[in-house]
């Protein structure tokens, strides 16, 4: 498989439940990002990783919580969530941090009740 | 305050004519605009950069402009298809420094047969 892969492609969870959301890239990138997009907004950068570690968090509340174990994948740990972070939630990778232009996965559309 | 705009958020086009997509910055250190695609469903796929150098790239049928004295770039598509019908978002960066992609808010392009 190739490119940048999200799992699950939706969700729908409750306000009180803890879940995750996966992302990995086969291209051999060493930076990964976590977008958010929500209606009539533009794409939100959230989280930046480069060779692992972390180099940006957009004041993201703690409720959203990464994680990269490796550079190939990225994990989005969520808990206590409000309705209004429904959204669709796009992970990226680049071959290095910053600049040129990303490949991104085809998101993962969260929907919280 | 958003550095990049796109202030049309949708355009319609008859097929086979030119389709005119805007997009202005305000952060006059952006060197590096890129186009991105993205179809119902998909993440953003990469269409078109331009950097600063230049004032124009080409792509087939699809051509970007810059004009950076008025911090603004065009996507001109000729001859439409149906198949161009997407939201297209405007994205720029400044290469190599800890910024990365900012996006604008994205422009609905529908192409009529």
């Known amino acids: 498989e190739t490119g940048v892969t999200q799992t699950p492609r939706h969700l729908v969870m409750g306000m009180t439940n803890k879940k995750s959301l996966k992302c990995e890239q086969h291209?051999?990138?060493?930076?990964m990002y976590w977008y958010k997009q929500s209606a009539k907004k533009p794409l939100e950068l959230m989280f930046v990783?480069?060779?692992?570690?972390?180099?940006e968090n957009n004041s993201v509340p703690s409720r959203f919580s990464p994680e990269c174990p490796n550079s190939s994948h990225l994990f989005l740990h969520l808990h206590t969530l409000q309705p209004e972070d429904s959204a669709l939630y796009l992970c990226?990778?680049?071959?290095?941090?910053?600049?040129?232009?990303?490949?991104f996965g085809s998101g993962t559309r969260l929907t919280v009740v | 305050d958003q550095q990049v705009k796109q202030n049309s958020p949708s355009l319609s086009v008859q097929e086979g004519r030119i389709s005119i997509l805007n997009c202005d910055y305000t952060?006059?250190?952006?060197?590096?605009f890129l186009w991105y695609k993205k179809y119902p469903a998909e993440g953003p796929t990469f269409l078109i950069s331009?950097?600063?150098?230049?004032d124009k790239n080409e792509d087939g049928r699809f051509t970007v402009f810059l004009n950076k004295s008025a911090k603004h770039l065009s996507l001109h598509i000729v001859p439409s298809q149906p198949g161009d019908s997407a939201v297209y978002f405007c994205a720029a960066s400044t290469v190599g420094s800890q910024g990365n992609l900012i996006f604008g808010k994205g422009t609905k392009l529908s192409v009529k047969p």
């Open positions: 331009i950097s600063s150098i230049k």
């Open positions: 990226a990778s680049s071959q290095d941090y910053g600049g040129a232009g990303y490949t």
């Open positions: 990783y480069n060779f692992k570690e972390q180099t």
């Open positions: 291209l051999g990138h060493n930076a």
């Open positions: 952060n006059s250190m952006f060197d590096y």
